[in-house]
Structures are given as C-alpha cells and as structure tokens.
C-alpha cells in the first residue's frame, strides 16, 4: 500500500470560483480514491478512478489521472460554501493491501 | 440509519485509564477497520479484521487492543492511556465485492482527549 500526497495542503477561495486540488503517488495503482471529511466527521467517498481511466466526472466533480506521472487532480466548479472539508486522495494497489491516507487539502470557500 | 456507528463520540479521561470504543457497521461487510487522524489531520491505519480474523496489525503499541465479536463490531479497547493517545479515532468498513476496490465506509469519529 502506498499513501498519496495532497497539494497544496490549504486552499482559500471565493463562492463559485473552482477549487482543485492535486495528489501525487509512487507506485502503480489499482484505482485512486478521493474521499471529502467535514469538520468533526467522517471520511465520505467522493469518486474512483480506475488506472486505465483519464478522466471521471461526479455532478460538479471532475477526477483525472494520469498514471505515466503518478498523479491524480480533483477539480469542484463552482463551488460553495458547503464544499468547505479537507479533500484526501488514496491509491489503492490492489489485492489484499489496505487503503492509506495522507494529510489531504483543507479547503475553504468563503462567502 | 446510519452505516457505520461508533460510541462514544467524545471520551475524555486520565491518563492511566482504561477505556473502550465501539464500532457496529449495518452493511454487511466482511471487513472493519481502525485508524488514528491526529491533529495535523493524517490518518493513520492501527488495525483490519476480515471477518472477525485480525489481518493487518500496525505497528501499534500493545495497549491497544481490537476485538471482533462478529463481523459486524470491531471494538478498540486502550490500557494505561497515554497523553500521546489524545486523536481522533475512526472506524471504517468495506466489502470484497468483486473486483475489489479498496472503498472505504467510516463512522463519524470517536475524539479521545487525555489529561
């Protein structure tokens, strides 16, 4: 199992401006998962992405991967200040192997 | 109903104490999970059982002990706490479907705060 690293590690923005955010890994993957946690919650699933996808799409959500750079970005358009959480990403090598977390991106979106 | 339940949400105790946090899960997964967020946010796997069999144990101090019942709970239970030992503690579950994708279900959090 391998943890991703997520970039950068705070985020400030403005309602309807689009926040994204990158994450980099080392070895090769199985899929990518972004999760989002709220303040004082826990982590939800947002979106996978398979190694042999380029890109994914989830309501105001897009996901891309690109495996020959190890590395994943999460773009949220428009966004609100609901989307106000830390943003974790995990690569999963497959098998039996856990999934692991870094310290993700706190975003915040302000009014 | 809520998928992945533990208690209590907030334990504040001495340290020294003994102290036990419950996990159940509702969905029918195989598997359970501990992890650790500290306060810079990074969480970190303690433990996995798959169906009540303990299958990955990391490097964590003896103090902490998991217990599985069933399937369905996963239980952490800490000796003689340590100030150290002050997080955030999730429960987490997933399920072998196949393929397997490593999808993670976390409860809400249990705060541990130790004076």
């Known amino acids: 199992s391998q943890q991703g690293e997520e970039d950068p590690q705070a985020l400030s923005i403005q309602e309807g401006e689009n926040a994204t955010m990158n994450c980099s890994y080392k070895?090769?993957?199985?899929?990518l998962q972004w999760y989002r946690q709220n303040s004082g919650r826990g982590l939800v699933h947002l979106i996978l992405?398979?190694?042999?996808?380029r890109e994914k799409h989830s309501g105001r959500l897009r996901v891309t991967l690109d495996t020959s750079k190890k590395s994943s970005s999460l773009l949220i358009t428009a966004s609100r200040a609901a989307d106000t959480a830390s943003y974790f990403c995990?690569?999963?090598?497959?098998?039996?192997?856990?999934?692991?977390f870094g310290t993700g991106t706190q975003l915040k979106v302000e009014l | 109903d809520t998928a992945v339940s533990q208690t209590p949400k907030y334990l504040v105790t001495q340290m020294g104490n003994d102290k036990s946090i419950k996990c159940e899960q509702n969905?029918?997964?195989?598997?359970m999970y501990w992890y650790k967020q500290d306060s810079k946010k990074f969480l970190k796997i303690m433990f996995s059982?798959?169906?009540?069999?303990?299958?990955i144990n990391e490097t964590v101090p003896n103090r902490f002990s998991p217990k599985s019942p069933d399937k369905a709970h996963l239980n952490l239970h800490i000796n003689s706490l340590e100030l150290g030992d002050s997080a955030v503690y999730f429960c987490?579950?997933?399920?072998?479907?196949?393929?397997?994708?490593?999808?993670?279900?976390f409860g809400e959090g249990s705060r541990l705060t130790v004076l």
């Open positions: 995990a690569p999963f090598t497959g098998g039996g192997n856990k999934l692991t």
């Open positions: 070895t090769s993957i199985n899929n």
């Open positions: 987490a579950s997933s399920q072998k479907y196949t393929p397997y994708t490593g999808e993670l279900f």
């Open positions: 992405i398979r190694s042999n996808e």
């Open positions: 969905l029918g997964h195989d598997t």
């Open positions: 059982y798959n169906n009540k069999e303990l299958i």
